[in-house]
């Protein structure tokens, strides 16, 4: 098994990622994109609404929410992505396939929709960022001196935790304002993850394998990558390279199935 395997789909991801952010370097948007990037904005409390239900396995509600930000926006790759592990949970592996590459393909534009957000955003951003200052210079004045009474050291301690408060929002802004954050974004490891999950229960070893290994080239703690591996290489009786995958993925936090380890060293003959 090659171990960096690379799908012609990754490959226009990137592609049509660089391409997208080049398109999208200008600060004076036009109104269908201001339109677009208001739009995208909108729908995000109903997309955290949607992840709550699926994390509480209330599938229909998620199913039902995931398909109305769809009909508002087809390109939102985060809810499409969802929608493809929602048809693996129902066993439509052939649907759910079309959706996670769809969503691979698709999430070029999603990090053009926040690179917009941010830039509309900046101008509004900073002026909050400038009351929070000044803000937090009034309140620096309210701290008593060294010979502050009772009463005085219980105000103290109110507006300590209001100027912590104020501090954590003018992290948040700055952290909004971080254009550059979105810039550099890449496919998320869970894309490749859920991907190789999916060719896992459809037995094409070779492609789960692949997406595995594109986890774990991003996010090299992804314990239940290396655990899926070990189970693959288990599938294929290469059980030395089963049990190296079991170990990575105890060592990354992943609870390894008993049974899969039991299997693995008897195979080695080492139980």
């Known amino acids: 098994m090659k171990e960096r395997g690379k ?30 990037f208001q739009k995208f904005q909108s729908l995000n409390k109903n997309f955290e609404k949607a992840v709550v239900y699926y994390n509480k396995g209330d599938i229909r509600k998620s199913k039902k929410a995931f398909e109305k930000i769809l009909e508002q926006m087809p390109k939102h ?9 929602i048809a693996y949970k ?19 534009f999603v990090t053009k929709m926040k690179v917009g957000m941010a830039q509309m955003l900046e ?17 620096e004045l309210k701290l008593p001196g060294e010979s502050a009474s009772n009463f005085d050291e219980d105000m103290n301690t109110q507006t300590e935790r209001e100027m912590e408060n104020v501090k954590r929002e003018i992290e948040r802004i700055d952290k909004r304002l971080n254009r550059t954050s979105f810039l550099k974004e890449e496919l998320p490891a869970d ?19 692949d997406q595995y290994q594109e986890t774990i080239g991003i996010n090299p703690k ?3 990558a290396y655990n899926n591996l070990a189970a693959l290489y288990f599938q294929v009786k290469q059980y030395r ?6 170990s990575q993925a105890e060592a990354n936090g992943a609870t390894v199935n008993p049974d899969l380890r039991s299997a693995v060293l008897k195979a080695l003959g080492k139980e």
């Open 222 to 224: 992804h314990g239940r």
């Open 90 to 108: 129902e066993g439509d592996m052939e649907t759910a396939l079309s959706l996670i590459v769809k969503a691979k393909e698709d999430y070029a």
């Open 77 to 85: 790759a985060d809810a499409r992505f969802y929608m493809g592990q």
């Open 191 to 209: 894309y490749f993850y859920i991907h190789g999950n999916i060719y896992f229960k459809m037995k094409k070893f070779q492609e789960a394998h």
């Open 7 to 36: 799908t012609v789909v990754v490959h226009c991801v990137i592609c049509a990622f660089f391409v997208g952010i080049l398109s999208f370097g200008q600060e004076d948007f036009s109104k269908e994109e201001r339109r677009l």
């Open 123 to 139: 101008p509004k951003l900073r002026e909050q960022r400038e009351a929070l200052l000044t803000k937090l210079e009034e309140l």
């Open 241 to 246: 390279k089963a049990l190296e995958y079991i």
